[in-house]
């Protein structure tokens, strides 16, 4: 990476590491919850000043760099052209308001709509899963280099069970992948799910419903780890629009698309 680039991550890597200590100092008080599409879709205080930290943070950094964020704090984008962040403030907001923990501040940085950096921390566990396109995929310093292939019958993915209720497309084909894998396991933020693939913890993590904020950090995590990440009809992820998401390990996700093609 270039000197531009590695100043870029030194100071993400801060701005981050920041943002999660404010959401620490106010985690246990008490904040303002609203709800957003729906009764179950929360937002609070706390979503919005983080990334209101976030995006102060960047702009007078980086003025030329432009920012796409969950909250809505800055001007809708239509194009990935140049330096874009795609931040969300708070990955997993419900958890962060009934349980105060296993919730993330995700940031992807995407150059011409190739991603660069990628970083999703887990503020209470003090867990920074990040990665950059030259150096790979790190756990705070500790550098991430082991994945194990293994079949969908030894598998552990990460599956929201209300994705299997729903009658939608891929309901019946996502009720076979269920019972012929291992195990599931729903965590309730994606972009810890995507790390938690990228990192070996879990196999796949598959959803129907993302935002680009919710996956912007982790598909550059996965790429690095030498996993996938596309729409679950395999075309590519946008960053500009909502979609699936399929993230697996690189030989489990031809086997999960064969299942929701047939399905
Ligand atoms: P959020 O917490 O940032 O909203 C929960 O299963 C995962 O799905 C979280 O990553 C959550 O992100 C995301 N998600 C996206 N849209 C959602 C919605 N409308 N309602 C609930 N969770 C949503
Ligand atoms: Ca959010």
Redesign the pocket.
């Known amino acids: 990476m270039d000197v531009t680039w590695r100043e870029i991550e030194q100071r993400a890597k801060e701005w981050i590491i920041q943002a999660g200590e404010q959401i620490k100092d106010a985690v246990n008080g008490s904040f303002a919850i609203e709800t957003?599409?729906?009764p179950?879709?929360?937002?609070t205080d706390i979503?919005k000043s983080t990334e209101s930290f976030l995006y102060k943070k960047i702009s007078l950094t980086y003025p030329e760099h432009r920012f796409l964020g969950?909250e809505g704090i800055s001007e809708a984008i239509d194009h990935l052209d140049g330096i874009v962040w795609i931040v969300?403030?708070?990955?997993?907001?419900?958890?962060?308001v009934h349980q105060r923990q296993n919730?993330a501040i995700?940031i992807g940085i995407y150059e011409n709509g190739t991603g660069k950096i990628g970083l999703v921390y887990d503020v209470m566990k003090g867990e920074l899963f990040h990665a950059n396109d030259q150096d790979g995929l790190f756990i705070n310093e500790e550098k991430v280099d082991k994945q194990t292939e293994r079949p969908l019958h030894e598998a552990i993915i990460g599956l929201?069970s209300?994705w299997l209720l729903e009658e939608r497309q891929y309901q019946k084909a996502l009720v076979e992948v269920a019972k012929s894998c291992r195990g599931t396991r729903?965590?309730?933020?994606?972009?810890?799910?995507m790390a938690y693939v990228a990192v070996d913890r879990i196999d796949a993590y598959i959803?129907l419903?993302?935002?680009p904020?919710?996956y912007a950090g982790g598909a550059i995590l996965l790429r690095e780890a030498g996993c996938v990440s596309t729409r679950l009809d395999n075309q590519e992820l946008s960053f500009l629009k909502?979609g699936t998401v399929l993230a697996a390990k690189k030989e489990l996700h031809p086997t999960i698309i064969e299942h929701l093609q047939e399905g």
């Open positions: 957003k599409s729906n179950d879709d929360l937002v979503d969950e969300d403030p708070i990955d997993g907001t419900m958890n962060f919730f995700s929201n209300n729903s965590y309730g933020s994606a972009a810890l799910e959803s419903n993302l935002s904020w919710d909502k």
